[in-house]
């Protein structure tokens, strides 16, 4: 169990004090380029284990112990910027995807690299379905295909054209959420076999940059919330009981103008609490927010870091956040700044997402 006594004390390590303003617990050897996923292990393993992919070829695994201190574990490199990672159901296995076309299996006993999947362009999202009479690996890419993949087979055991270029996706068992360029939206039933349930056109005019799956109160997927780039966050349900019930919301914005005009941010990554059904969305303003979605309101601001926050993800009981603060690249070449190094940081946040009282 991952206390807030135990972070209580901690201080800032960072030589800036504005690199680390929240004074949350910093993951050690971070990677040298921008984190561009994160995954926490899931509740099969007894220990809580971080990974996280960047554009520096890498995955690497950290073990996370009860005293919210960071043990880096290993390392793997692939052939190009990692894209996506993510869990096999039973912990012994990571999957990562990324520019190199290709998607690879990494066992965590043995240390050894596999090749078990391939697409035409890089792949942008992988993600393990595991399902009472089936078990693959499902990877979206941006040569416009979602495929499943047995990973003992070379060949994928069903391929779906998408209508555009795959930007992110999300699985919870029996629905998968696929969005792509040009505003597109599929909903995909998991159950005997994927299939298409339903194609929509997002609600937001803009690109998409995240969504994420979110459950009802009997913990059943039944809608999700979609991230895009400017600093707005839409909540669909898939049958919504009332239309009213999907909404948009601002978040990530700055009025930090005198003429009165905002700054707006692109929403980076959204999570859902594992137990609460809150959410935290994180920006390229270097912000993470926590929100009640049923209440419609904001539970908790962060202060900004130096850098936008690139990802973000729980831990399976929802007791850690991980962020990672690295530059995303959306103000251009002219901003980067070397000398600025990527972080990655854990918060006890179970009580701040609990969702307000209906009183």
Same mark, same amino acid.
């Given at each position: 169990?991952?206390?807030?006594?135990?972070?209580?004390?901690?201080?800032?390590?960072?030589?800036?004090?504005?690199?680390?303003?929240?004074?949350?617990?910093?993951?050690?050897?971070?990677?040298?380029?921008?984190?561009?996923?994160?995954?926490?292990?899931?509740?099969?393993?007894?220990?809580?284990?971080?990974?996280?992919?960047?554009?520096?070829?890498?995955?690497?695994?950290?073990?996370?112990?009860?005293?919210?201190?960071?043990?880096?574990?290993?390392?793997?490199?692939?052939?190009?910027?990692?894209?996506?990672?993510?869990?096999?159901?039973?912990?012994?296995?990571?999957?990562?995807?990324?520019? #190199? !076309?290709?998607? +690879?299996? &990494? %066992?965590?006993? $043995?240390?050894?690299?596999?090749?078990?999947?391939?697409?035409?362009?890089?792949?942008?999202?992988?993600?393990?379905?595991?399902?009472?009479?089936?078990?693959?690996?499902?990877?979206?890419?941006? #040569? !416009?295909?979602? +495929?499943? &993949? %047995?990973?003992? $087979?070379?060949?994928?055991?069903?391929?779906?054209?998408?209508?555009?270029?795959?930007?992110?996706?999300?699985?919870?068992?029996?629905?998968?959420?696929?969005?792509?360029?040009?505003?597109?939206?599929?909903?995909?039933?998991?159950?005997?076999?994927?299939?298409?349930?339903?194609?929509?056109?997002?609600?937001?005019?803009?690109?998409?940059?995240?969504?994420?799956?979110?459950?009802?109160?009997?913990?059943?997927?039944?809608?999700?919330?979609?991230?895009?780039?400017?600093?707005?966050?839409?909540?669909?349900?898939?049958?919504?009981?009332?239309?009213?019930?999907?909404?948009?919301?601002?978040?990530?914005?700055?009025?930090?103008?005198?003429?009165?005009?905002?700054?707006?941010?692109?929403?980076?990554?959204?999570?859902?609490?594992?137990?609460?059904?809150?959410?935290?969305?994180?920006?390229?303003?270097?912000?993470?927010?926590?929100?009640?979605?049923?209440?419609?309101?904001?539970?908790?601001?962060?202060?900004?870091?130096?850098?936008?926050?690139?990802?973000?993800?729980?831990?399976?009981?929802?007791?850690?956040?991980?962020?990672?603060?690295?530059?995303?690249?959306?103000?251009?070449?002219?901003?980067?700044?070397?000398?600025?190094?990527?972080?990655?940081?854990?918060?006890?946040?179970?009580?701040?997402?609990?969702?307000?009282?209906?009183?």
């Amino acid at each position: 169990m991952f206390k807030s006594t135990t972070l209580g004390t901690f201080g800032a390590t960072t030589t800036t004090p504005n690199s680390n303003p929240m004074k949350d617990y910093e993951v050690i050897s971070p990677p040298d380029d921008s984190v561009s996923c994160l995954s926490f292990s899931p509740s099969t393993l007894p220990q809580n284990f971080l990974i996280a992919g960047s554009w520096d070829n890498n995955v690497r695994c950290w073990e996370v112990e009860q005293s919210g201190k960071t043990v880096p574990k290993s390392l793997q490199t692939c052939g190009g910027p990692v894209l996506d990672v993510c869990w096999s159901d039973d912990g012994t296995k990571v999957f990562m995807a990324g520019c #190199d !076309k290709q998607a +690879k299996v &990494w %066992d965590l006993g $043995s240390n050894q690299l596999l090749q078990v999947a391939a697409h035409d362009a890089p792949i942008k999202t992988c993600h393990w379905i595991k399902a009472p009479n089936y078990s693959c690996l499902m990877t979206g890419s941006w #040569d !416009k295909t979602l +495929k499943f &993949w %047995d990973t003992r $087979s070379p060949n994928p055991i069903l391929t779906i054209n998408l209508p555009e270029r795959c930007y992110c996706a999300d699985v919870d068992y029996p629905m998968a959420v696929v969005s792509t360029a040009g505003r597109h939206i599929i909903i995909y039933q998991l159950e005997g076999q994927p299939k298409e349930f339903k194609k929509t056109e997002s609600p937001l005019k803009y690109q998409h940059r995240c969504v994420a799956i979110f459950r009802d109160k009997k913990k059943a997927p039944t809608g999700y919330a979609l991230g895009s780039v400017e600093g707005r966050v839409a909540i669909q349900y898939v049958n919504p009981p009332n239309p009213k019930d999907n909404f948009t919301f601002k978040c990530h914005r700055s009025n930090g103008a005198p003429n009165g005009y905002q700054d707006i941010y692109a929403v980076n990554d959204i999570a859902f609490h594992p137990v609460h059904g809150t959410l935290a969305t994180v920006g390229s303003d270097g912000t993470f927010s926590f929100w009640d979605k049923d209440a419609r309101t904001k539970l908790k601001p962060s202060e900004a870091m130096e850098q936008p926050i690139s990802r973000c993800a729980f831990n399976h009981n929802g007791q850690i956040f991980a962020y990672a603060v690295s530059y995303d690249w959306s103000k251009g070449h002219d901003f980067y700044n070397p000398l600025k190094k990527n972080n990655i940081f854990l918060r006890a946040c179970f009580d701040e997402l609990k969702p307000r009282s209906s009183s």
